[in-house]
């Protein structure tokens, strides 16, 4: 695949830079998210809670109702014995209603706090995190496309000229901008050179 392509820098530095940085935000994403899924954990136990008293309440009003229904068959005093089992059996179907709420009610704010503590910061990194390197992606891929023009050195050269550090021309030549008036060949891919480092790329990875 060609480096031009890579959202990493060609040059050392530079790229252990990026490495480092990518690092840093993995554990920072990853340290929040355990901490989303120990929150949802912990909530979501309530939701377990429910679940059971939910299960256990429709179990006893089955039982109920079905004692109430044989009940009736009693002589004389089936209908006074049916009557409290099948309210009974009512009312645990009303407790059973309560768990599942609860149930349900439990299940959505775990995964809502969940969210609310994790997303913030995971967003807060992820976000300018993303905008520098799709900033580096677009520049490097700009540079090292001119540079692969067949005047693209001399239009680098230019570039690094009105955009890199005096200290950084000089250190080139004395008289860069004359080397690049008199077209000297060897300056003006050395400071094209400089505009591509600047870039994070190298003229290998043209």
């Known amino acids: 695949m060609n480096v031009r392509f890579l959202p990493y820098a060609s040059t050392p530095r530079r790229l252990i830079a990026q490495l480092i ?3 840093a935000v993995l554990g920072w994403v990853s340290g929040w998210v355990l901490i989303g899924v120990a929150i949802n954990t912990m909530v979501s136990s309530v939701a377990g809670v429910g679940r059971q008293v939910d299960t256990g309440a429709h179990g006893l009003a089955d039982n109920l109702e079905s004692a109430g229904h044989s009940a009736r068959h009693i002589p004389l005093v089936g209908a006074a014995v049916s009557k409290p089992l099948t309210a009974a059996s009512q009312a645990a ?3 059973a209603g309560a768990g599942h709420n609860l149930d349900t009610t ?4 775990a995964a809502l706090l969940a969210m609310a503590v994790a997303a ?3 967003l807060a990194v992820i976000a300018p995190w993303l905008v520098l390197r799709l900033r580096f992606v677009r520049r ?7 540079a692969a023009t067949p005047a693209g050195d001399q ?3 230019l570039r690094a000229l009105a955009n890199r550090p005096v200290r950084q021309l ?3 030549t004395s008289d860069p901008v004359g080397a690049w008036r008199r077209e000297d060949l060897s300056i003006i891919r050395r400071l094209a050179a400089l505009e591509l480092r600047s870039a994070g790329a190298r003229w ?3």
Request: hydrophobic share 55%; charged share 15%.
């Open 21 to 23: 940085a990518d690092i």
């Open 93 to 95: 179907l009303d407790v």
């Open 106 to 109: 439990a299940s959505w704010l």
């Open 120 to 122: 913030p910061p995971v």
């Open 140 to 146: 490097k891929w700009t540079v090292t496309s001119v």
């Open 155 to 157: 239009l680098l050269a």
């Open 170 to 172: 000089t250190e080139v």
């Open 204 to 206: 290998d990875s043209v």
